[in-house]
Nanobody, 123 residues
Framework: VQLQASGGGLVQAGDSLKLSCAAS????????MAWFRQAPGKEREFVAAINRIFSNTLYADSVKGRFTISRDNAQNTVYLQMNSLEPEDTAVYYCAADSNIRLSTLVAEYDYWGQGTQVTVSS
């Protein structure tokens, strides 16, 4: 499975941004897909996840009410709509996927990773 993330950029606080992650290859293995982020000097942290069949979602407390994860199974693409962005959201955002349908916040429970896209929010 290959994951290609896109949509990052430089925005101001309060702005919105939408990230995309397109899966290719053995997409039948992408039962759950997620977004993580990693700021300089910090560990990679969970942002949001969604499963393929029931579209159940899971969010980190820090983004609830501001970010929305969605997916288009026909396009094998997952999206992250980010609203009311804050400087604390600045990070490299990574998409991830795994064949286990159970949603998880743990890095270790995702087998496939994209290359990351930079999101910078200025104050």
């Amino acid at each position: 499975v290959q994951l290609q993330a896109s949509g990052g950029g430089l925005v101001q606080a309060g702005d919105s941004l939408k990230l995309s992650c397109a899966a290719s290859g053995r997409t039948s293995s992408t039962y759950k897909m997620a977004w993580f982020r990693q700021a300089p000097g910090k560990e990679r942290e969970f942002v949001a996840a969604i499963n393929r069949i029931f579209s159940n979602t899971l969010y980190a407390d820090s983004v609830k009410g501001r970010f929305t994860i969605s997916r288009d199974n026909a396009q094998n693409t997952v999206y992250l709509q980010m609203n009311s962005l804050e400087p604390e959201d600045t990070a490299v955002y990574y998409c991830a996927a795994d064949s286990n349908i159970r949603l998880s916040t743990l890095v270790a429970e995702y087998d496939y990773w994209g290359q990351g896209t930079q999101v910078t929010v200025s104050s």
